[in-house]
């Protein structure tokens, strides 16, 4: 199955009050092990951003408006997920938001049959605990050293390796075949002792030079 851990950024917390999304990001995995496909984009929102969201992610105004909208963006974002699992940790509140964008547009809401909410999956395990995506990675252990701000693409990083623990399934990766190779050892395990011997003559000037060479590449190698 190919997966998409999906995160926004957004000017504020609330579709009603008209905030937009700021940033997408999307990590593709194929059985979740990552396939080095990524969709990243910040987005000018036309609109200004919160002092409580630009707290949360620093992306100013003056930065923002440089980048792309998201009517430039949305084909190519479309494209990224579609046909695809998306796994999103509060997923109502990024599909809201897309979905907003999406409507401003005239384009098709996305599909939430097609979406799992870690933030769901977490409080039927963990009913009695906060599960935020930083709590989690606290209680599985995960770096989160290099989250000093909200960043959805390293927020996707972070949701993979959660998203593992919450279905206790081990850190997935490449997995080769053991070899027997046994029977490979055989070809090397040559009967020397049958063997002609090879015997060269050398003159003495030839055999203080192979000396000379010994004891250079005996300093080489072991001084």
Request: with cysteine; glycine share 2%; charged share 35%.
């Amino acid at each position: 199955m190919t997966e998409i851990f999906l995160d926004t950024e957004t000017t504020g917390l609330s579709v009603k009050d008209g905030d937009r999304i700021i940033e997408i990001a999307c990590i593709e995995t194929k059985d979740l092990i990552p396939t080095n496909r990524v969709f990243h984009k910040l987005i000018n929102p036309e609109k200004k951003v919160s002092q409580e969201a630009f707290k949360v992610h620093g992306f100013s105004d003056d930065f923002l408006k440089k980048k792309e909208k998201f009517v430039e963006i949305v084909e190519l974002f479309l494209e990224f997920i579609k046909g695809k699992k998306l796994i999103i940790h509060n997923a109502p509140f990024d599909i809201g938001f897309l979905n907003s964008e999406l409507k401003k547009l005239n384009k098709k809401s996305l599909d939430t049959n097609d979406v799992e909410d870690t933030l769901s999956l977490a409080r039927s395990k963990f009913p009695s605990s906060s599960n935020s995506l930083d709590n989690l990675c606290k209680r599985f252990n995960i770096d989160l050293s290099r989250r000093t701000k909200h960043n959805a693409l390293l927020d996707c990083e972070l949701l993979r390796e959660v998203y593992i623990n919450l279905i206790g399934q081990k850190e997935p990766s490449l997995s080769f075949q053991e070899k027997d190779f046994s029977s490979e050892k055989k070809v090397f395990n040559l009967n020397v002792q049958n063997r002609p011997k090879i015997i060269i003559d050398v003159n003495s000037d030839e055999e203080k030079k192979h000396k000379h060479f010994l004891k250079s590449e005996m300093k080489k190698n072991f001084f």
